[in-house]
Nanobody, 129 residues
Framework: QVELVESEGGSVQSGGSLRLSCAIS???????????VGWFRQRPGKEREAVARIDRDGFTRYSDSVKGRFTISQDDTKTSLYLQMNNLKEDDTAKYFC????????????????????WGQGTQVTVST
């Protein structure tokens, strides 16, 4: 079992920045951190899409649409996940979700929604011009 809770999003002007947080907790017989966690988003009228992920060793992967603008990170205990979003665009307007793979399993070579079984409730980010 893994539980995730996103911080509240917000509204920002195009070109601005915003930082999202996600509190992660998980346990089986003993609590431990997931090996693969990440962020997804769902833009208006579109399907949910991958944004960024990070594994237990700190290796990251980004979608082409956010690469160079967004940064995913974790704290030292791996219980907090962050998404720093810079140079935001109107197309970044979406509901953002943090998600986790199965504890003990490393990230798949493909970054797909089906490999993440645990999800937060989502938080809205709106970018205007």
């Amino acid at each position: 079992q893994v539980e995730l809770v996103e911080s509240e999003g917000g509204s920002v002007q195009s070109g601005g920045s915003l930082r999202l947080s996600c509190a992660i907790s998980g346990s089986r017989f003993k609590s431990y951190n997931p090996y693969c966690v990440g962020w997804f988003r769902q833009r208006p009228g579109k399907e949910r899409e991958a944004v960024a992920r990070i594994d237990r060793d700190g290796f990251t992967r980004y979608s082409d649409s956010v690469k160079g603008r967004f940064t995913i990170s974790q704290d030292d205990t791996k219980t907090s996940l962050y998404l720093q979003m810079n140079n935001l665009k109107e197309d970044d307007t979406a509901k953002y979700f943090c998600a986790s793979g199965e504890p003990g399993l490393w990230c798949h070579d493909r970054f797909l929604e089906i490999y993440f079984g645990y999800w937060g409730q989502g938080t809205q980010v709106t970018v205007s011009t």
